[in-house]
């Protein structure tokens, strides 16, 4: 979840194989259409999902904090990893390296 926050991105496409979700996060742009259009890129390699498998995944749309979409939402979440291992740290952690290293390289 610090991995959402962290990215600076709006809109998330999650594959669980089974399910599909794509996830507008509070702080996306209200004026963005909400469910995404047919015809947009998220929704075409939401498509492609259909031609890819055996099963046709359930698709989900979900809109942070709204409350009809709160259990979904908690679905979504659980299905996030925050990939933490041995050799290093989390995505979220090597976003923030990156973002220090570029700000460091453009003050010189």
Same mark, same amino acid.
């Given at each position: 979840q610090?991995? #959402? @926050?962290s990215?600076?991105?709006?809109?998330?496409l999650l594959?669980a194989?089974? +399910?599909?979700f794509?996830?507008y996060?509070? %702080?996306a742009?209200? %004026?963005?259409p909400?469910?995404?259009?047919?015809e947009s890129?998220? +929704?075409?390699?939401? %498509?492609?999902?259909? *031609?890819? +498998?055996?099963?046709?995944? *359930?698709?989900?749309?979900?809109?942070?904090g *709204?409350?009809?979409?709160? @259990?979904?939402?908690? @679905?979504? =979440?659980q =299905?996030l #990893?925050d990939?933490?291992?041995?050799?290093?740290?989390?995505?979220?952690?090597?976003?923030q390296i990156?973002?220090? @290293?570029? %700000?460091?390289?453009? *003050?010189?």
């Amino acid at each position: 979840q610090a991995s #959402l @926050e962290s990215s600076g991105n709006h809109i998330f496409l999650l594959d669980a194989y089974d +399910r599909a979700f794509i996830y507008y996060s509070a %702080s996306a742009d209200p %004026s963005l259409p909400f469910p995404p259009p047919l015809e947009s890129l998220i +929704r075409s390699n939401m %498509s492609g999902f259909k *031609q890819d +498998r055996l099963l046709t995944p *359930q698709h989900f749309f979900v809109k942070s904090g *709204q409350a009809a979409s709160h @259990e979904i939402e908690g @679905e979504f =979440l659980q =299905l996030l #990893l925050d990939d933490v291992n041995a050799a290093g740290g989390s995505f979220a952690q090597f976003i923030q390296i990156c973002a220090k @290293e570029v %700000s460091s390289i453009k *003050q010189k």
